[in-house]
């Protein structure tokens, strides 16, 4: 991708489908992330038992041809890899162990955030970034194509060293329910691809014709055991989770972080929040009051959040807030463990929300609405939000941007 002009500046505009952008790339979403944990099944009963994340895929690297030497030296070589929609994955698991030989946590101990994911339009847009990451002294990890998943994909680090990536061309999982087969993965990528590549269909086509069955890959299915009905289908809990995100990360310089996520990255600050003498930024790319919001790690332990990790919440709406009320009770139920530590404060646009502890100590934000950004990149003045109290009514009245968010686009279970 060429650059179109500069200004007096010097900085460099991008044409991006005949718009004009200071970065080669547009992010449009959150698409995946992951999380480095020491009982990978108690994680796997956790998001896939109560939380209804599908399992699309799960690769062993002790069981891959030329990665014994890395085998000897992980307590589990899984990477387990997780859906709520039609993603190939939304969310992935694998050991601490791997994380660390990984260089997850290169550059910080409590980084146990694997991957934070961001989709972009084009694959062009991918590969793209590459070259303008380098142009910027931005680290770059890795550049190419993975499998499972079929992602195009461009690995970064961000100031504190979580991984960044931004990826073009996700598998989707039909209504069949099985994911691409290994046979397929000889279309992987460990380095910068040439372009043009041809396209999906072309891919199937070509296998088909190499006499692979493109039928043979995993099943996916709920590993739920309960029976609800919610609105007017039969599934195994009384919520569905819609879509993934805010992240929240605790960073060591929020201005520099700021500038990373808005002058590279291309994010624009919806608000910045001062709690208790702590400036927090809220960051955001589409519609969706944010995204991405920043804390100082000094906060993490006022709040008295888990010091082992440098998420402060990752965000997991539900379909409405009757599935909210009865999601947290279904989890409390079940002897989740939930936690009042982060304040309403330090999650505007979000009106009721539940915040739950996953078994690795990761706080989970649960809610059901956003609040939506105009066409002014405004968002709604903080004294016409919605004051939530500690009582939950039984139900409530709609804002004006309730249900505006984009739809989940299949069916629930």
């Known amino acids: 991708m060429d650059t179109i002009q500069k200004t007096e500046s010097g900085t460099a505009i991008y044409d991006i489908g005949g718009l004009r952008y200071p970065q080669p790339f547009k ?19 956790f998001y896939a038992g109560l939380l209804g994340f599908r399992i699309t895929d799960t690769r062993d690297l002790k069981k891959i041809p030329g990665r014994e030497e890395m085998a000897k030296r992980l307590e589990d070589g899984r990477i387990v890899f997780m859906s709520h929609n039609s993603d190939h994955h939304a969310f992935l698991l694998a050991h601490k162990s791997l994380g660390a030989i990984f260089g997850d ?9 694997n991957q934070i994911t961001w989709q972009v339009g084009t694959m062009e847009e991918v590969f793209a970034a590459a070259d303008y990451f380098r142009e910027k002294d ?11 998943g079929s992602n195009w994909h461009t690995y970064i680090r961000d100031p504190d060293g979580h991984t960044v990536e931004l990826y073009y061309g996700m598998e989707q999982i039909g209504w069949d329910g099985r994911s691409k087969p290994e046979a397929l993965y000889y279309r992987a990528f460990r380095e910068r691809p040439d372009l043009p590549q041809i396209s999906e269909e072309q891919e199937v086509r070509e296998a088909i014709a190499k006499g692979i069955d493109i039928g043979a890959g995993n099943v996916v299915r709920d590993r739920g055991d309960g029976d609800f009905i919610v609105a007017g289908v039969r599934l195994k809990r009384p919520f569905k989770i819609v879509n993934i995100g805010p992240m929240s990360l ?28 702590h400036r927090c930024v809220f960051l955001h790319n589409g519609g969706e009051h944010h995204s991405l919001s920043l804390f100082p790690k000094a906060l993490r332990s006022e709040l008295g959040l ?30 989740a463990q939930f ?42 003045p903080a004294s016409e939000r919605r004051k939530v109290g500690k009582d939950w009514p039984e139900s409530l009245e709609p804002m004006s941007d309730t249900y505006a968010d984009p739809t989940f686009m299949g069916p629930l279970g």
């Open 27 to 45: 992010i449009r979403r959150l698409g995946h992330f992951g999380f480095n944990i020491a009982d990978l099944d108690a994680g796997i009963d």
């Open 105 to 113: 946590d290169a550059v910080s101990k409590d980084i146990t955030v």
């Open 138 to 148: 931005v680290g770059i990890r890795r550049v190419g194509r993975d499998m499972p």
């Open 250 to 277: 605790f960073v060591s310089d929020i201005a520099a972080s700021e500038e990373f996520y808005t002058r590279t990255m291309g994010f624009v600050r919806t608000e910045a929040v001062t709690w208790r003498g």
């Open 306 to 335: 888990n010091p082992n990790t440098s998420v402060a919440s990752m965000g997991m709406q539900v379909g409405s807030y009757r599935q909210l009320v009865d999601g947290v009770a279904f989890l409390k139920a079940k002897g």
């Open 339 to 380: 936690t009042d530590a982060i304040p309403a404060e330090l999650y505007p646009g979000v009106d009721y929300a539940a915040h739950v502890i996953d078994p690795a100590g990761h706080c989970l934000m649960l809610y059901y609405y956003m609040e939506r950004v105009g066409w002014d990149g405004r968002p709604r």
